[in-house]
């Protein structure tokens, strides 16, 4: 029983922090000029920088000022490289492909993750990445709207997943990399994913079959953002990236999906 009073307890705080944090985003993405918006999600991928260089294993303020000063400096280089965006999210696409290939053989990658300098260096495509996808999105027609759906998919695939996982869980689809995750819940979670992608696809441009691709691809993009940033949490041994945000820990743990799922995303509208 007290389990489970405390698993309650921790479900309301992350739904009232949700509450809270939800309205916030959504006005910041689709009221926002282009460049206000990019600085505010900025601000945001330099605060997740500070964490990140924490799971890095930079423990000295110092040290990890600097991560966030390395994350800030592909932000300025990017931003004033307009010509490159395009190779750019190429490249980061190609980035979390790689990942999803150190999640697959884990915990083989291991001894790379403990890696500070290497660590270190997997947050630039990782932060400067989701940046750089927000702001290529926002620069087009109904970006703003595309983000937010995008936003939406990894949420409710991830409430899904969680739902779906406590009651039906059986199969552990990571165990060496998060314990917690089931092939059930990855099956709920990608379901609900794809019944809200869809249901809001008439109000997108483009076909029903683009968002249905970018539903699949988003998802599973997702997933491995996801277990990716456990296997660096799990590498350091500690349970949150921070306490920033009450009942869902740091910024890195809400935005875990969002950072491989953004770019994969912006990848499948850049070519469409």
Same mark, same amino acid.
């Given at each position: 029983m007290p389990e489970r009073h405390e698993a309650a307890l921790v479900l309301r705080t992350r739904i009232l922090t949700a509450a809270v944090l939800a309205p916030l985003a959504i006005a910041a993405v689709l009221l926002l000029p282009p460049i206000p918006f990019?600085?505010?999600?900025? *601000?945001?991928?330099? #605060?997740? =920088?500070?964490?990140? #260089?924490?799971?890095?294993?930079?423990?000295? @303020?110092? =040290? @990890? =000022?600097?991560?966030?000063? *390395?994350?800030?400096? #592909?932000?300025?280089?990017? %931003? $004033? #490289?307009?010509? $490159?965006?395009?190779?750019?999210?190429?490249?980061?696409?190609? !980035? %979390?492909?790689v990942v999803a290939g150190m999640v697959l053989t884990w915990p083989r990658a291991l001894d790379v993750v403990r890696s500070a300098p290497f660590a270190l260096g997997m947050s630039v495509p990782a932060l400067a990445g989701a940046w750089l996808a927000m702001v290529l999105l926002k620069s087009q027609p109904d970006g703003g709207w595309i983000i937010v759906w995008t936003l939406?998919?990894?949420?409710?695939?991830?409430?899904?997943?969680? !739902?779906?996982? @406590?009651? !039906?869980?059986?199969r552990r689809l990571a165990p060496k990399v998060s314990p917690g995750k089931t092939w059930e819940g990855l099956a709920g979670g990608a379901?609900?994913?794809? $019944? %809200?992608?869809?249901?809001?696809?008439? %109000?997108?441009p483009g076909s029903v079959w683009l968002w249905l691709v970018a539903c699949i691809v988003g998802i599973i993009a997702g997933v491995f953002g996801d277990l990716f940033e456990s296997a660096l949490k799990r590498a350091r041994g500690v349970k949150d990236s921070?306490? *920033?945000?009450?009942?869902?820990?740091?910024?890195?743990?809400?935005?875990d999906a969002s950072l491989a799922a953004l770019p994969v995303v912006a990848a499948v509208v850049s070519v469409a």
């Amino acid at each position: 029983m007290p389990e489970r009073h405390e698993a309650a307890l921790v479900l309301r705080t992350r739904i009232l922090t949700a509450a809270v944090l939800a309205p916030l985003a959504i006005a910041a993405v689709l009221l926002l000029p282009p460049i206000p918006f990019a600085v505010l999600m900025g *601000l945001v991928a330099l #605060s997740a =920088a500070w964490e990140w #260089s924490a799971l890095a294993g930079l423990g000295a @303020r110092q =040290a @990890r =000022a600097g991560g966030v000063a *390395l994350v800030g400096a #592909s932000l300025v280089l990017l %931003w $004033v #490289s307009p010509g $490159v965006w395009d190779a750019a999210l190429a490249v980061v696409v190609a !980035f %979390w492909v790689v990942v999803a290939g150190m999640v697959l053989t884990w915990p083989r990658a291991l001894d790379v993750v403990r890696s500070a300098p290497f660590a270190l260096g997997m947050s630039v495509p990782a932060l400067a990445g989701a940046w750089l996808a927000m702001v290529l999105l926002k620069s087009q027609p109904d970006g703003g709207w595309i983000i937010v759906w995008t936003l939406a998919l990894v949420a409710i695939a991830d409430s899904g997943a969680y !739902f779906a996982g @406590r009651r !039906f869980g059986r199969r552990r689809l990571a165990p060496k990399v998060s314990p917690g995750k089931t092939w059930e819940g990855l099956a709920g979670g990608a379901a609900a994913g794809i $019944v %809200w992608g869809l249901a809001a696809a008439p %109000w997108l441009p483009g076909s029903v079959w683009l968002w249905l691709v970018a539903c699949i691809v988003g998802i599973i993009a997702g997933v491995f953002g996801d277990l990716f940033e456990s296997a660096l949490k799990r590498a350091r041994g500690v349970k949150d990236s921070g306490a *920033l945000l009450p009942g869902h820990g740091g910024v890195l743990d809400r935005l875990d999906a969002s950072l491989a799922a953004l770019p994969v995303v912006a990848a499948v509208v850049s070519v469409a």
